[in-house]
């Protein structure tokens, strides 16, 4: 039987300011002198991986994506990942139409480069260290590379979170399954 700690990364593992506290860094040290193995678990895409194995010192694995990928630190190589298909990523895209005619996109995609794309009228919550790629809805979705599918509402101001959540949940039912963070 295989025995292992699984942890959360934002908010669990890192600090609010995105790093390992002292103490955290020692019950990582511990877990993995006593020989258990340890994976982290986070809604992080891949191209956020890259310094987590330094500020860690875990070069194991990491469930990415809210649970899309599972990621080598170590190798900073995809082992295994959920993929959405073009035509099912399509389809979502349509019907969330349905609940905003002006949502805006953006994918992560199951590769190193051009990992990030987003659709021409996209607005990040944060500003981005390499600009992402935009491209057409239709284009997003010419490869079955896709691992999540993010969905903005046209105003925040007029869905809140939770009735967001829902009516997405609504259109896709049977498609695809719905989260939000």
């Given at each position: ?10 908010g ?8 390992v ?27 956020w ?47 969330l ?19 990030f ?65």
């Amino acid at each position: 039987m295989t025995r292992f700690i699984a942890s959360d990364l934002d908010g669990s593992l890192l600090t609010s300011s995105g790093v390992v506290s002292p103490e955290n860094r020692q019950a990582i040290n511990k877990v993995l002198e006593v020989g258990l193995d340890l994976i982290f678990v986070t809604g992080r895409p891949t191209r956020w991986m890259d310094n987590i194995a330094q500020m860690t010192g875990h070069d194991g694995l990491v469930l990415c994506a809210n649970g899309a990928v599972l990621y080598d630190l170590g190798t900073k190589e995809i082992v295994d990942a959920q993929i959405m298909s073009g035509e099912t990523g399509l389809l979502a895209a349509q019907r969330l139409r349905s609940v905003d005619p002006d949502i805006t996109y953006a994918v992560e995609l199951a590769r190193k480069s051009d990992e990030f794309l987003v659709d021409l009228n996209y607005r990040p919550r944060w500003e981005p260290k390499v600009p992402p790629r935009k491209v057409s809805v239709e284009e997003m979705f010419e490869t079955d590379l896709v691992v999540k599918f993010l969905a903005r509402p046209s105003s925040e101001a007029l869905h809140d979170a939770d009735s967001f959540l829902h009516a997405c949940d609504a259109a896709l039912d049977g498609i695809v399954d719905v989260t939000h963070s």
